[in-house]
Structure formats: C-alpha cells, structure tokens
C-alpha cells in the first residue's frame, strides 16, 4: 500500500492536516507513538489543563462569590480524586473524537514511532519491537514539541515535576513553587491556588507572561496577587533539594549580582517553556535541516529543504499554540492539493485562560514603539460596563490599538471574564484589515461584556459613551 500522504504525530497539527487531506482526496495515513490521539493538546496539554481550570473555577466561585450573588451553600470541599476523574473523562472523550474523526475519513493508523527513512519511506517502530516500512508521495512531520528541562534539576514528575505531572499530583501541595510566569505556569498555578496552596512564582524577567502587552501584564499580575498569588520577578531557580518530605529550592537574582536565598516548597513546577520534538526521527541521516533554535526549517509553504518532507505546529517556527498548529495543517493540506492554503500569522489569537482572562491579538504597544509605528489606543474597563457587574465580573479593561493615520486596528487586548471567547470579533475585524471606527459602529447587544470592545473601539476615534 502506498499512501498519498503520511502524517507522522497526531496533535492539533498532525490530525487536522490528516483530516484535511482525506476530505480533499488523498489517501491518508497517520503514525503515532502515544496510545491515544490528540498530541501534547488532547493528552496532557490544552484539554486536561482546562478541565481542571474550569472545575476549580467552579470551587473559587462556589467558596467566594456565591454569597455575594445571595447563594448560601455550605463550605465546599475540594474532591481531589473526583477532579481528576472529571479531567480524565474528558481527555477520553477527546481522543476518541479523534479515533472518530480517522475512521470516518479513511485515514489509516499505524502505532508506533515514525522515522523518516528516505524521501516518501517511513519506518514505523512498534511497542513489541517490530518494525514495517510504509511508503507515500508526503511526508508530513507534526511531532510537536516536549517539556524544556532546567539545567541540574531533576523533573522526577512526582515532587518536581513538568506541567505533565502538574495535571496528576496525588494531593493539592501545601505549597507549590512555580519556575516561569508564562502561560503554564500562571495557568497551572491558578488551579492549586484556587484549590488552597500557597503558590510562588520564581520569573526570570522583570515581567510576568513576558511576550504580551505592557499594560496587560502589569494589571494582571496585581489581580493575581489578589487573589495571594506571590510573584518573585528577575530571579531563577538555580537548585532543587530535596530536605526530607520538603523540597529546598535555590533562587538567585536573574543578574546575578546578589546572594542566593532559599524556599521552601512541596512541589515545585518547572514551567520555563517548550522546545520541539524532533528525537528518534531520523532527520539528520535524512538531510532535513533544522534552524539555530532545532526546530524543523521549512519554507512559506511548510516544504523542509528535502523535497517531499513537509512539517508543521510546534515543530516548526512561531507561536506553540493548537489553533497555529491546526490552521498550519489545513493550509499544507490544501496546498499538497494544489489549492492556496495560507495562515495570517498577523493575526493569531493567545488566550490565558486563568480567571480573569487574558486574551490577546496583533501587536503590543511595545512592539508598535518598537516599530516605530504610529498608534492610537483606547482603552474600557469593565467596571463600566453593565453586565460585567451584573456578574461580579468587573474586573479587567480592554485596549484596542489603531493605526494614527489609518484607522486599520493592529492589535487587541483584553483582561477580563470570556476574554478568550471576545478576542475572535477583533480577529475576524483584522482579517478583514477593519478599523476601529467599522468595530465602534458595530451594534453589539446589550447587555454583553463585548460592550467593552465596542467602547474600547470607539475611545480610539471618539468618546466612549460610558465613560
Ligand atoms: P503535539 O500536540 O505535541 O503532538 C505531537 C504528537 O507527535 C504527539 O502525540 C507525539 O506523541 C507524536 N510523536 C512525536 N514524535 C513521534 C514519532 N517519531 N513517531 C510518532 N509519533 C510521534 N495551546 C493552545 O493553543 N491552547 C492551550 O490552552 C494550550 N494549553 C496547553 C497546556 C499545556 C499544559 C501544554 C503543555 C501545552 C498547551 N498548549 C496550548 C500548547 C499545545 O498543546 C501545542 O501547541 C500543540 O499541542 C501543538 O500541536 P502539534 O500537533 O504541533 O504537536
Ligand atoms: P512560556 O514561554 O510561556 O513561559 C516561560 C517563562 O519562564 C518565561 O516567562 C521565561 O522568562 C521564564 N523562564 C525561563 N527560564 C527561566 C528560569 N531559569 N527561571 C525562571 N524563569 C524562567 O512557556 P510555558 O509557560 O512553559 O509554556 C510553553 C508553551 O506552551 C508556551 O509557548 C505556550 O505557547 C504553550 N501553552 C499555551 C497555553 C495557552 O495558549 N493558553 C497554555 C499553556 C501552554
């Protein structure tokens, strides 16, 4: 059997471009080593983490605010087992979705580790030890990307563990130190805060979730705070002891300069970021050329320097985030069809789904300054805004930012509840290279949160009305 494509790795990138391709004609076979489909996203990424997000959301508000709303109940109490089944239910619930998906499109699966042998030649390693060779016209690599180690620490996924074994503690920590404000970290760390550690955040830099606008991050951080999360900025983790059941952990000043202090945690989360997966497949002997950073090289079109050899998602350069990778699969699907498949890269929303939320598109004030972009910004907060507190959800702003001469909206930011769910108007009037005054004059419903958006809007050419 030949194949027209074989997609090694079956992530946001790897089974949507599989997908695709069988949806436009190809036959279409996928190789993958986990037991279950989905990647890092569906298994212990995306999936499992918003699970937990949300079910300890749930406990916050039930602990917190249903008074305020007039709700009495009694005291909640955290099931810790109970939540983990939840996540594990959906995680299944998720992968045979795209067990589903394969089988109702043709696809052929083989289990195993993929190796590229030569252009159009994949081997496959089985479990038990055997291998077989299948052979196609494509090869796409969609292997995606693994947890990035902290040199001379240990990640022994059960006391200092990755964001893997973050989704699997056996208890709620007494105290739980988190290496790196960036998304997992902020992420993770919310659900143990909210379910009662005591979270600590070791950063390097002098900012929390480091790549989003200024503004945004320095309100955030004072929400988190709040809420008792403790921030230690300009510092890393330089050791991890191990002092009897506690964990004694090392952390010096990012310069340098001063003397190393020491904490005591439970659990200590290592969160410093991702690197791409690229072990076991073969790619030096098969010629595929990797960039400085060892992420896979490709052209505008995903074609790597070996003709035939294709790759996409967190393998490749850009945003690690599902929706880049799952859009990266369409376009290369579409263009092994002979079709022009394409991603906006300007224009790809990140979303941190901690409460409130973050949510952000297009540039940074930062990066505009940087550019030496023109700009005009405006800004709402949702303390004027009538449902926001109506639901106690009052807290946060939205910034849109428009070009001085254009109009043309360059980038959208937004800290507050459903942001994730607010930021897509702002994509789709981007894609469109919409204004701020076309998203001003947009009649939105009333009473929504994205009334803040409109008004956020209308603050950069006119005066919002409420405020
Ligand atoms: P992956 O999902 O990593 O899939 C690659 C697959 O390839 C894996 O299943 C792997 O087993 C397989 N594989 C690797 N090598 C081989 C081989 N040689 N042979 C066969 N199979 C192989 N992104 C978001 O957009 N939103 C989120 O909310 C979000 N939350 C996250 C939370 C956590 C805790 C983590 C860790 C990540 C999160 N991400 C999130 C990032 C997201 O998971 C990744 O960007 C996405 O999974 C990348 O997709 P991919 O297809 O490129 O790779
Ligand atoms: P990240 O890149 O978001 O953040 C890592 C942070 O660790 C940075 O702020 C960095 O400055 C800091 N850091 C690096 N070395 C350090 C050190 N030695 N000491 C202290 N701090 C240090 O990476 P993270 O959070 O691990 O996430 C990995 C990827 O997963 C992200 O790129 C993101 O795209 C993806 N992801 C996306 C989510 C979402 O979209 N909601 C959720 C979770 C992950």
Known sequence: MSYDLIVIGTGPGGYVCAVKAAQLGMKVAVVEKRKSHGGTCLNVGCIPSKALLHASEMFEEANHSFEALGIKIGKPKVDWKGMQAHKDKVIEG????????????????????????AQGKVEVLAEDGSTQIVECKNIVIATGSDVMPLPGIEI????????????????????????????????????????????????FMDKILGPMDGDVSKQFQRMLKKQGMEFKLSSKVTGVDKK??????????????????????????????????????????????????????????????????????????????????EDEGVALAEI????????????????????????????????????????????????????????LKADGFVKVLADKETDRVLGVHIVGHGAGEMIHEACVLMEFGGSSEDLGRTCHAHPT???????????????????
């Open 94 to 117: 998720n992968t045979a979705g795209i067990d589903y998906l394969f089988k109702k499109n043709k696809i052929d699966i083989f289990t195993g580790t993929g190796r590229v042998l």
């Open 156 to 203: 022994d996924e059960k006391t200092v563990v990755s964001s893997t074994g973050a989704l699997e503690l056996d208890k709620v920590p007494g105290r739980l130190l988190v290496v790196g404000a960036g998304v997992i970290g902020l992420e993770l760390g919310s659900v143990y805060q909210r379910l009662g550690s005591k979270v600590t955040v070791v950063e």
């Open 244 to 325: 009897g059941k506690a964990l004694e952990v090392t952390v010096e000043p990012a310069a340098g300069e001063a003397a190393a202090e020491t904490m005591e945690a439970d659990v200590v989360l290592v969160a410093i970021g991702r690197r791409p997966y690229t072990e076991g497949l073969g790619l030096a002997e098969a010629g595929v050329k990797l960039d400085e950073r060892g992420r896979i090289e490709t052209d505008a079109h995903y074609k790597t320097n070996v003709d035939g050899i294709y790759a996409i998602g967190d393998v490749i350069k850009g945003p690690m985030l599902a929706h880049k990778a």
């Open 336 to 391: 092994l069809s002979g079709q022009a498949g394409h991603v906006n890269y300007e224009v790809i929303p990140g979303v941190v789904y901690t409460s409130p939320e973050v949510a952000s598109v297009g540039k940074t004030e930062e990066e505009l300054k940087a550019a030496g972009i023109a700009y005009k910004a405006g800004k709402f907060p949702f303390s004027a805004n009538g449902r926001a507190k109506a639901m």
């Open 449 to 467: 949160m994205s009334e803040a958006v409109k008004e956020a809007a209308l603050a950069t050419f006119a005066k919002p009305i409420h405020m």
